[in-house]
Structures are given as structure tokens and as C-alpha cells.
């Protein structure tokens, strides 16, 4: 049975780019406008959505 190298398999990069994106970004939301991660997305949220 062959072995699955994470470091190459695509999925598995893809999320970890989006994983360092999202806490850079979640960094900069708590800087700037004292908001967690979950916060942000529940405005973002009600934003879109009303």
C-alpha cells in the first residue's frame, strides 16, 4: 500500500495556505478592531446576509 506525503498532496497544502491566511488575517482583526476570528465571521455574515 502506497503512503500518502502530505507535503504533497494538494488538498493538504491548499488548507494549510488557507489556515496561515485566515490567522494572519484574524491577527489583524484583533489589532485593528478588537475582534476573535469568530466574531469577525459572524459580522461578516450578517453583513452579506442581513
Known sequence: MDVLELES???Y???RL???V???FSRIYKD???LTRPEWRTLAGLGQHG
Open 18 to 20: 488557507a489556515d496561515a
Open 32 to 34: 485593528r478592531h478588537g
Open 22 to 24: 485566515s490567522r494572519e
Open 13 to 15: 497544502r491548499l488548507y
Open 9 to 11: 498532496f494538494l488538498p
